[in-house]
């Protein structure tokens, strides 16, 4: 029963270092395999027994598959992965848009309605009605900018 106790001053620097380099690059390792697993359902051009192929490859030899992976279809991954980023880019900027222009947008007249409800409201004198309703008309109130920003 002679089991060795290990402390700090019994695992030196270099061994750390030793350590850390392997476990970062066993981490980098399967990034890549996840990475490579992903663009290959990704991709649209294979077919189910192509993907099928190169999953089974990829799992059953994944150092052997993940190199021959990025040999021969390394450069479509690039083009596959920015292709994906900008079509996500794209429906995010569309969201914004829709999202920011808060539904149709409002015409001279639906503002005029709403400046004379406000009017008869009691909540503007007639001078501050009419100065709005200037600028409505004169195409420098919300519906212009509504109108530049669609």
Not at 4 to 17: E, H
Not at 37 to 42: E, L, V
């Amino acid at each position: 029963m002679s089991t060795g106790t290990y402390l700090a001053y019994d695992f030196p620097l270099l061994s750390m270092f030793w350590t850390l380099l392997w476990f970062f690059l066993w981490i980098m390792w399967f990034i890549l395999l996840f990475r490579i697993i992903g663009d290959i359902f990704r991709d649209d051009t294979l077919s189910g027994w192509g993907k099928t192929g190169w999953l089974v490859f990829v799992i059953v030899l994944p150092f052997l598959g993940v190199f021959v992976y990025l040999i021969a279809r390394g450069k479509g991954m690039g083009h596959r992965e920015v292709s994906h980023a900008r079509a996500r880019q794209e429906a995010f900027d569309s969201y914004v848009r829709e999202t920011a222009a808060g539904g149709r947008p409002t015409s001279s007249a639906d503002e005029l309605a709403k400046l004379s409800e406000i009017r008869a409201r009691g909540d503007i004198t007639d001078e501050e009605f009419q100065r709005a309703k200037a600028l409505v008309l004169s195409d420098y109130g919300p519906s212009a900018r509504s109108g530049a920003a669609g």
